[in-house]
């Protein structure tokens, strides 16, 4: 008899909690594989990833090996590139070699979550950290502290205070975990390591509500939450959104620019585009399922997790996009799935909550529990520590915790950078007009080419400015200090928005040393621009 396939997409807290539940409910024998697919071979608690930020959990602390937690799961660490529902296949992308895959399934289990989507907001897709896996959470800590490291050493008061300012967008959950987390690990360690005054840190949480966590809990809890962060000093800008980001500012949409070189952007989440670029029911960009967990219009073909519009069983009400709703979810599936195969009736999904739980920092809480029951401060704080640590996966990781978690009520935070020495290749740079993309005598580190919008060359001697020249889309600008390691000669401001392709030294360098026409062609255009200026009148 051939092997009948139930193939899971995503490896979140839905994906891997039905696969589990699959591996316990389906006998070995039954002749059905259980195959999950997922970008990386780890699962995260995502609960605790802002206290990788501050270093109170180790950044392996917070992950599982997929493979230890299903050890009947067929697993493929590979990217979805597109899903058949009509042949009922699912092309994976190639791995090591340049080979596609092709795997067929007889169910389909979507559970892909979300992903972080900056359209519509110029320069947030590249000045703004996001905030939703271990990676961007390493990414931002290693940002910290390198940030504080220059300020440390920056004589200049306006560029310091630029450094020292720290904007986070979005005013729930994981807005305002994240800022609380950051906010102690900041003042912690600038007062015991830094020559920096704690209250030249400014850390400012921007949020279109008038309150904190005012869709996630009842008023009073969210009141509390106001009140608690801005007395531990954390500047609260309400009712007000994130417009634009440039590499020095966050712009709002009042159009109130904070001179920043650190921005966290916990808004806005999309459905993921494997789940757009299907043909089935979506409201509000989630898969419509009925009761049963099951897409509309299909047989085979189930949703759990962020990315499904899941109805709560006797109500009409939809279960929120949370790792408590995901994990019932995903075991209310597991029985339906193995209902259908046995051809016996379904399950509907009746979970309702049990609560909501919040970090804020400086060991306060919010929770919101069934029976009324609301708690703030230290008990809610002890609350949400023990109630994760017993959701986290294997006794290996709950050890792991707790003691990281004892150490830190002892001692301070660990500053040690993780720096992975990647190259960060050919990017790109948003710029709002009236900025500079470099100042005259700054060290030249990039090649600029412009891809939309225009710019103007500066060249500021004796006292006075005179502009050299505008440049326009596909000009490019920055060759002369590259080619001659030399400081800039002049400065670029931006007459307009402006969106840049960015070549970094190390890459410029190679493609100069090993392309001869490249080289030669920006000489020549160096040659002119010198030319250029000399015969400019002063």
Not at 53 to 82: A, F, K, M, Q
Not at 90 to 115: E, T
Not at 178 to 196: C, G, Q, S, W
Not at 388 to 406: A, C, D, E, H, Q
């Amino acid at each position: 008899m051939a092997t009948k396939r139930i193939l899971i997409l995503g490896g979140g807290f839905a994906g891997v909690y039905t696969a589990r539940a699959l591996e316990k409910s389906l006998p070995k024998n039954s002749g059905w594989e259980v195959v999950l697919v997922n970008r990386e071979n780890y699962f995260v608690f995502q609960p605790l990833l802002p206290e990788i930020v501050s270093g109170n959990v180790g950044i392996l602390d917070t992950v599982s090996s997929i493979r230890s937690l299903l050890r009947r799961t067929r697993l493929y660490v590979r990217e979805v590139e597109s899903i058949d529902l009509e042949r009922q296949v699912v092309s994976l992308a190639p791995g090591i070699y340049p080979r596609s895959l092709q795997l067929p399934f007889d169910h389909l289990v979507l559970a892909l979550g979300n992903v972080t989507d900056f359209r519509g907001m110029p320069g947030l897709h590249e000045h703004a950290f996001p905030f939703k896996n271990v990676a961007d959470a390493i990414h931002l800590r290693n940002h910290v502290i390198h940030v504080l490291e220059e300020a440390a050493v920056e004589s200049d008061l306006q560029l310091r205070r630029e450094l020292l300012t720290f904007v986070v967008a979005g005013g729930g959950f994981s807005g305002v975990e994240v800022a609380a987390e950051l906010n102690d690990f900041l003042r912690k360690v600038v007062k015991r390591h830094y020559p920096i005054d704690p209250r030249e840190v400014r850390v400012v949480l921007v949020h279109s509500g008038q309150r904190v966590l005012e869709r996630e809990l009842v008023e009073r809890l969210s009141e509390y939450a106001t009140r608690v962060l801005r007395d531990s000093g954390i500047e609260l800008l309400l009712g007000r959104r994130l417009k634009s980001a440039t590499p020095q500012a966050a712009v709002l949409d009042n159009d109130q620019r904070i001179a920043t070189r650190t921005l966290v952007s916990t808004v806005p989440s999309f459905p993921h585009p494997l789940i757009e670029a299907l043909d089935i029911p979506k409201q509000r960009g989630r898969v419509e399922v009925d009761e049963f967990l099951r897409v509309k219009g299909r047989t085979n073909v189930w949703a759990v997790g962020d990315c499904a519009l899941v109805p709560i069983a006797g109500t009409d009400q939809f279960c929120p996009p949370t790792a408590q709703h995901a994990t019932r979810q995903a075991a209310v599936l597991a029985k339906n799935l193995c209902a259908t195969i046995a051809q016996a009736p379904l399950v509907p999904f009746q979970f309702r909550g049990l609560g909501k739980l919040g970090a804020l920092g400086h060991h306060r809480a919010v929770a919101e529990l069934p029976l009324k029951i609301r708690l703030s401060g230290f008990p809610a704080w002890f609350l949400w520590r023990t109630v994760y640590w017993w959701k986290l996966p294997g006794l290996l990781r709950k050890t792991r915790v707790g003691i990281s978690w004892f150490l830190d009520l002892f001692f301070p935070p660990d500053l040690a950078q993780l720096k992975l020495n990647l190259s960060q290749g050919v990017g790109q740079a948003h710029y709002e007009a009236g900025e500079y993309v470099f100042r005259q005598g700054d060290w030249g580190d990039a090649l600029y080419i412009i891809s939309q919008g225009e710019v103007e060359v500066v060249k500021e001697e004796n006292g006075t400015s005179r502009v050299l020249a505008t440049l326009r889309s596909g000009d490019m600008f920055g060759e002369l200090a590259l080619l001659h390691a030399a400081a800039r000669s002049a400065s670029v401001r931006c007459r307009t928005p402006v969106d840049l392709i960015v070549i970094r030294r190390s890459e410029f360098g190679m493609l100069a040393s090993n392309v001869s026409a490249f080289r030669e062609n920006l000489e020549r255009l160096a040659a002119e621009r010198l030319a250029r200026d000399r015969q400019s009148p002063n």
